[in-house]
């Protein structure tokens, strides 16, 4: 089952991949340097999970293929614009990402800073552009709910947060707070967008599935505090050890990797649960799921 | 014509402030500082020329106020996230905005950023979750145009191109390529999703109204380069002159003053002969176009 997940996620990654290599604007098309930026920043490179997550959701509603990669596109490129601008020197100050130089230190702060904004916009602009969905109204659904999760009620806003809790002493509801929105409102977004591409999923079956996006939202944040605390930057990619040289609570730092490792599992039972009525149609799901919190235990 | 015209904008006027009041997210919703800095930004100030358009465009398919406010808001959104990330301290720098502290320096660059990126996202949200249009199919077409209108083929590409420029000597078809990207792509859509608001118009008028757009949005340009020549800091409410300044290429200091104007007026005359099929229901469409070229000549 391992294997065949590998590959599963594998020919998933490079669909996203092509597709992202197409649905960005040329190199060679003007204003150059700023379409360079958007490619850089996206293409090679990143685990994908949001995308697979999308996949994943969208076997429980037969959704194609062609659909999900475009609705999965778009959710990467709303996470791709905010690690650009998250990167920023008013914001984290990061040198390093995905094992390469910043877009900010490769291009400058400005074109870094359009290119995450243009990133953003095209995002909907998929979504409104393509079919993703059985009829028009559906993907209005799609566009409004990734505006939100992207939003000041969503991501953004966790972002904000974020920033007010350096230095801070945070509870753990209001660490949870933080990251149901900064990391959990996209991850719900990728699995609801998915399953949205296809069709017959009843309300309380869409219910079920936001409930286990959730909890596996939270359980991806859990996973990267304890991963950050842990791997060497080598590992990771990204500069290693930043939330506590930025002295930014943790789950970490609040529960210990013990118990951040505890809550991770417990999470992870919590979203298998979600899926019991959706039969081995959810395998996939459940499959993503461990690669999430299994990533480099 | 001229008293009626004032009427009409007013009340237009206070209707997007009134909409946008109730559209941005409340003071005292958390992140509460990110929905301060988001307000602080939109609220009180401009002349809301893009939903003045808007609200005169839908004039010609008998579109709804209602409608037209929640377009012409979703535009005004785009333009102020513009307008904050514009005057950041990696792109124009600038302290003053509509005679206030821009909202880097009443919140801070980080807190700025995401006010940005938080409005862009609302404008999409509100163009999916609101009844915009006869048909959902219409709404998708109407989100498209704004993404590409914002995007790096449309705005943010126009600001990509203008950064370039500072100390560069740009030909006149250089600036107008720049043009119009920068301002002019947001102000076509304006004019565009005013009229899908509505319904009954003709392809052929469709392109006519897309032709005036596009004069009008590079005539706009081309009277606030004019009014940054001449005008003082107090009578502009943001930072007079920083164009020469700032080193950049205008109308001004590539036509000079007196050719700038006069090309202001031969696009309203292409503007004006665009609109000629349609008779008295774009009278709205000149009074707005006149009070673009006239503001404050």
Same mark, same amino acid.
């Given at each position: 089952? @391992? ?176 990251? @149901? ?72 730092? @609040? ?43």
């Amino acid at each position: 089952m @391992i294997a065949d997940f590998q590959d599963w996620a594998r020919s998933r990654q490079d669909r996203i991949e092509a597709s992202l290599q197409l649905l960005l604007p040329p190199s060679n098309v003007p204003p150059e340097r700023l379409h360079d930026a958007m490619r850089y920043t996206v293409l090679g490179g990143g685990k994908r999970v949001r995308p697979l997550l999308a996949f994943a959701a969208g076997e429980l509603s037969d959704a194609s293929a062609e659909r999900v990669t475009i609705a999965g596109a778009a959710v990467e490129l709303i996470h791709a614009y905010s690690l650009v601008h998250d990167d920023l020197p008013c914001m984290d100050n990061d040198v390093l990402r995905r094992g390469k130089p910043t877009c900010h230190i490769e291009y400058g702060e400005a074109i870094a800073l359009l290119a995450g904004d243009s990133l953003q916009s095209l995002a909907f602009q998929l979504l409104a552009e393509h079919t993703v969905a059985d009829i028009p109204q559906i993907q209005l659904e799609m566009i409004k709910r990734l505006a939100q999760a992207a939003g000041s009620r969503g991501m953004a806003g966790g972002q904000a947060v974020d920033l007010a809790s350096v230095g801070a002493t945070l509870s753990l509801p209001e660490l949870e707070f933080m990251h @149901i929105h900064k990391t959990g409102a996209l991850i719900r977004a990728a699995v609801m967008l998915g399953a949205y591409c296809g069709s017959g999923l009843k309300e309380s079956e869409l219910m079920n599935l936001d409930h286990f996006a959730k909890r596996i939202g939270l359980a991806f944040q859990v996973v990267d505090d304890v991963l950050d605390a842990e791997a060497s930057t080598a590992t990771l990619g990204k500069t290693a050890g930043k939330d506590a040289e930025n002295n930014k609570p943790t789950y970490v730092s @609040i529960l210990g990797r013990g118990q951040a490792r505890d809550l991770a599992e417990g999470l992870r039972r919590d979203a298998y649960q979600a899926l019991e009525g959706f039969g081995e149609k959810a395998d996939r799901l459940r499959q993503v799921t461990d690669f999430i919190i299994q990533r480099e235990f």
